[in-house]
């Protein structure tokens, strides 16, 4: 039971593709891809929920106003 466990637990791991694939995006969502390959799925969260320009903290709906 604990080696299928683990096997679940290994195939849950994201799999972030770090290869440039950027082109046609604005400049909010590149930053966004740039946070979410080089500091990780938490960093990419916080950054996205957070106003850049003022640091306040974003609704669902005003991030996706940002991102798309």
Known sequence: MEEVDKEV???KEIKIDKQPNNQGMDEANKKA???LQTKGE?????HVFTDQSTGKKLSYAEMRM???
Request: charged residues 45%; aromatic residues 14%.
């Open 9 to 11: 637990e290994e195939k």
């Open 66 to 68: 940002i991102y798309g």
């Open 42 to 46: 938490q960093e990419f969260i916080k």
């Open 33 to 35: 891809l740039e946070v």
